[in-house]
């Protein structure tokens, strides 16, 4: 999966206090029973439990390829990062219980 655009919402919620139903769109990444996921359609009060079927794809369950100027925020190991202002493209990996990035 390529993400080139995300918005990071914070927690799942499937409405607003007001009782409306929370729209999301493509690219938006939420929190959801300690995993991650990201919006792959415009979903409206579905949860990310309902997976692929709802339009919400886990990030923790799959490999991420950012394209960023800015190194990304909530990678995880196997993640790849396209950092576009070196041209330089790195894998997230564990080294001695630590998560960095590898230069490939």
Do not use: Q
């Amino acid at each position: 999966m390529k993400i080139t655009n995300f918005n990071f919402i914070g927690d799942f919620k499937a409405k607003r206090a007001s009782g409306n139903v929370i729209c999301y769109t493509v690219g938006d990444v939420v929190y959801y029973e300690s995993k991650t996921y990201i919006a792959s359609k415009k979903i409206e009060g579905l949860s990310p439990s309902l997976g692929e079927k709802a339009g919400w794809l886990s990030l923790s369950d799959r490999s991420v390829l950012y394209e960023s100027s800015a190194e990304p925020f909530h990678a995880e190991l196997g993640d790849e990062w396209f950092d576009t202002s070196s041209g330089v493209l790195y894998k997230r990996i564990e080294n001695n219980s630590i998560h960095i990035w590898v230069e490939l």
